[in-house]
C-alpha cells in the first residue's frame, strides 16, 4: 500500500502526536521520504525512525535499525540498495492538538507563499549547499520565467522547475542541463539535484 505524507499527518493528528508537522505540504510517500530522507523546517526522517523493513530481489524480507539507515542529507542506504521499502516504524511524542494543527497550518501557509504549489513540479530540483543559496543563483543568472517546451523555471521559487501544460521529460532534463550550464559559468559552481532519475529517456 502506498503512504502518503497527507494521510499520515491526517492520522498523527488526530491522535495528537507531534513530530511530524514538518511533512504536511511535501508530496510524496513515505517510503520514498525514508529513502530521501526527507526534510524540512529543521527536521528530517532520521528524527522520527526507529527501524525499517524491506525485500530484496530475492525475495528476501530483511529490516534495519535507525543507524543502519545510514542516514546523510537527502540520502539514506536506499540510495545504494535495490530493494522495495515494505514498512516503517516511527516514534511520535504527545503534543497538544491546537499546537499541531497552528505548526501544520504554518508550514502549509510558508509554502503556498513560497513554493509553486499551483503547478505541477516535482519539488525542490537542486540540492541544499551550505556555501550558497542555488535558487538565489539560478534568480540571479535571469532563469526565472526562462523554459524550454512546456518545462519553466519558477516566477515564485527558481528552485523549482513547474510544467505549464504539457511538458516532456525531455523539456525539463534540458531545462536542468541548461540551468547547471549557466550557474556553473557565471559562480563556477556545479550544482547537484535533489531528485532522482530513474531509467533512460
Known amino acids: 500500500m502506498v ?9 498523527a493528528l488526530k491522535e495528537e502526536l507531534t513530530g511530524i508537522e514538518f511533512l504536511s505540504g511535501i508530496p510524496g510517500t513515505i517510503g520514498g ?10 527536521s528530517e526522517m532520521k528524527d522520527v525512525i526507529i527501524s525499517t523493513k524491506y525485500i530484496e530481489k530475492n525475495g ?23 530493494v ?21 497550518n504554518e508550514y502549509m501557509k510558508n509554502r503556498i507563499e513560497k ?11 537542486f540540492k541544499r549547499n551550505n556555501n550558497f543559496i542555488i535558487a538565489k543563483m539560478i534568480d540571479e543568472c535571469g532563469l526565472k520565467g526562462f523554459r524550454i517546451g512546456d518545462a519553466a523555471v519558477s516566477e515564485k521559487h527558481a528552485g523549482f522547475i513547474v510544467n505549464l501544460g504539457k511538458a516532456t521529460c525531455k523539456d525539463v532534463l534540458e531545462l536542468i542541463e541548461y540551468i547547471k550550464e549557466k550557474v556553473r559559468k557565471k559562480f563556477n559552481q556545479d550544482i547537484k539535484l535533489e531528485i532522482l532519475m530513474i531509467g533512460d529517456m
Open 33 to 42: 521520504a525514508i529513502r530521501m530522507n526527507a526534510g524540512a523546517y529543521g
Open 84 to 104: 522495495i521499502i515494505l514498512e516503517t516504524t516511527i516514534e511520535l511524542k504527545y503534543g497538544n492538538k491546537d499546537d499541531i494543527s497552528n505548526r501544520i
Open 115 to 125: 513554493q509553486p504549489l499551483d503547478l505541477p513540479s516535482a519539488g525542490s530540483v
Open 60 to 82: 528476501k524480507i530483511k529490516k534495519i535499525n535507525l543507524k543502519e539507515h545510514e542516514f546523510e542529507y537527502r540520502n539514506s542506504i536506499f540510495s545504494k540498495l535495490d
Open 3 to 11: 503512504f502518503l505524507f497527507g494521510k499520515l499527518s491526517n492520522i
